[in-house]
């Protein structure tokens, strides 16, 4: 069971909840303009039944439920029951009744068909073994006339923090060079075109995508790293074969590394989103 790759993510999703969910405000700050763009582009509004698959710990649930107001609802989704949880808590928190929660695969999500006005994935699809089925999972839950939006990274030349991230750990792991395409990895749906070929296979219709500049600003590439070490489940997986020492000299590397995007008011990592709507 712990080579599977669905529990292992699970496992690494259920580790990294804490450390996701502790820089909520800084995700948040980083991703509030690419969010509201992808709650429009999903025609989420007052009153509607969403949907929110890969939630998370649930900084975009919270915008979702405020803005469909108390005559809509939202239905969280996650893989993890530990970020879940988290989400549940923050929810109560902050004072939010018109969320649900449910652990999910989104690749086989146990809901109703037809039964969501909108369904939306904020950079959670790039992480399905098989995005299509994932989609076609959302097309299910959607009503006729019903849109979707998810948020993925773009390509690795626009997102190189990610690539010297990814390329780094693998080379300390002993294991070779990243294939950006391979599924299931961070910027597996980068290429320009394949989301878009998704959607229309999973039986959207009006599909299109929008880029998004969603540079990444922090303090110091420390800072960034921090960031990195505690949320980033699929780099902590890679380097958890590695010995503590090890681990160490390849973080030390990263950083190193990333100081290339110090500017004098702070770090600036460059990061390109692709926001992909589409209609049941
Ligand atoms: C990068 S986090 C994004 C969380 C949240 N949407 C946000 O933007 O803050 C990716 C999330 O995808 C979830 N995930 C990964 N694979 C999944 C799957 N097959 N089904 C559902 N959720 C999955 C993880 O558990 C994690 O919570």
């Given at each position: 069971?712990?080579?599977?790759?669905?529990?292992?993510?699970?496992?690494?999703?259920?580790?990294?909840?804490?450390?996701?969910?502790?820089?909520?405000?800084?995700?948040?700050?980083?991703?509030?303009?690419?969010?509201?763009?992808?709650?429009?582009?999903?025609?989420?509004?007052?009153?509607?039944?969403?949907?929110?698959v890969a939630a998370g710990a649930g900084?975009?649930?919270?915008?979702?439920?405020?803005?469909?107001?108390?005559?809509?609802?939202?239905?969280?989704?996650?893989?993890?029951?530990?970020?879940?949880?988290?989400?549940?808590?923050?929810?109560?928190?902050?004072?939010v009744s018109n969320v649900q929660f449910?652990?999910?695969?989104?690749?086989?999500?146990?809901?109703?068909?037809?039964?969501?006005?909108?369904?939306?994935?904020?950079?959670?699809?790039?992480?399905?073994?098989?995005?299509?089925?994932?989609?076609?999972?959302?097309?299910?839950?959607?009503?006729?006339?019903?849109?979707?939006?998810?948020?993925?990274?773009?390509?690795?030349?626009?997102?190189?923090?990610?690539?010297?991230?990814?390329?780094?750990?693998?080379?300390?792991?002993?294991?070779?060079?990243?294939?950006?395409?391979?599924?299931?990895?961070?910027?597996?749906?980068?290429?320009?075109?394949?989301?878009?070929?998704?959607?229309?296979?999973?039986?959207?219709?009006?599909?299109?995508?929008?880029?998004?500049?969603?540079?990444?600003?922090?303090?110091?590439?420390?800072?960034?790293?921090?960031?990195?070490?505690?949320?980033?489940?699929?780099?902590?997986?890679?380097?958890?074969?590695?010995?503590?020492?090890?681990?160490?000299?390849?973080?030390?590397?990263?950083?190193?590394?990333?100081?290339?995007?110090?500017?004098?008011?702070?770090?600036?990592?460059?990061?390109?989103?692709?926001?992909?709507?589409?209609?049941?």
């Amino acid at each position: 069971m712990a080579d599977d790759p669905k529990n292992a993510s699970r496992a690494q999703w259920d580790r990294a909840a804490p450390g996701w969910n502790a820089h909520g405000a800084l995700i948040g700050t980083w991703l509030a303009r690419a969010t509201e763009a992808m709650l429009s582009m999903a025609g989420i509004g007052p009153g509607s039944r969403v949907l929110d698959v890969a939630a998370g710990a649930g900084e975009q649930t919270l915008m979702i439920a405020r803005r469909v107001g108390p005559s809509g609802s939202v239905l969280a989704t996650d893989l993890s029951p530990a970020i879940l949880a988290l989400a549940k808590d923050n929810a109560q928190s902050a004072g939010v009744s018109n969320v649900q929660f449910q652990v999910a695969d989104g690749e086989d999500l146990q809901v109703e068909p037809a039964s969501f006005d909108a369904v939306v994935c904020r950079l959670g699809l790039m992480l399905f073994g098989d995005p299509l089925r994932g989609l076609a999972e959302m097309h299910r839950a959607l009503r006729l006339g019903g849109h979707v939006c998810t948020m993925v990274f773009s390509q690795p030349q626009h997102n190189p923090c990610i690539t010297i991230l990814m390329s780094t750990a693998l080379q300390h792991a002993g294991l070779p060079a990243p294939n950006p395409g391979a599924p299931g990895g961070l910027l597996s749906l980068g290429r320009p075109g394949l989301t878009d070929e998704l959607f229309a296979a999973a039986g959207f219709q009006d599909v299109a995508t929008t880029q998004l500049n969603a540079p990444f600003r922090m303090p110091s590439a420390k800072t960034y790293l921090d960031f990195v070490r505690t949320s980033a489940s699929p780099i902590q997986q890679i380097l958890d074969r590695l010995d503590e020492p090890s681990r160490e000299r390849a973080w030390a590397e990263m950083e190193e590394k990333l100081s290339v995007y110090a500017t004098p008011w702070g770090w600036e990592g460059p990061n390109e989103l692709l926001l992909t709507a589409g209609r049941r």
